[in-house]
């Protein structure tokens, strides 16, 4: 059930973005931490943590752009 929630939320982020919404960054950012808590303490765990870190950074450099 959790992975079925955090794939949903995935495909719902990616569809935010795509409409350049930055609200689905931060559905991206839930998404990811559903997924490090299904994986906890593997490989492709410590890879979504790394995407959390990249979206925030990602989010970052949108309102910076937008600030211009």
């Not at 794939?7 to 950012?29: E, T």
């Not at 990602?58 to 752009?65: L, P, Q, T, V």
């Amino acid at each position: 059930m959790l992975t079925a929630i955090a794939a949903i939320l995935s495909v719902v982020g990616y569809i935010l973005v795509a409409k350049k919404k930055i609200s689905g960054f931060y559905v991206w950012i839930l998404a990811n931490l559903l997924w490090v808590n299904h994986f906890r303490y593997s490989w492709t765990g410590s890879m979504f943590a790394v995407s959390i870190i990249l979206t925030v950074y990602s989010i970052y450099e949108w309102r910076k752009k937008d600030a211009k």
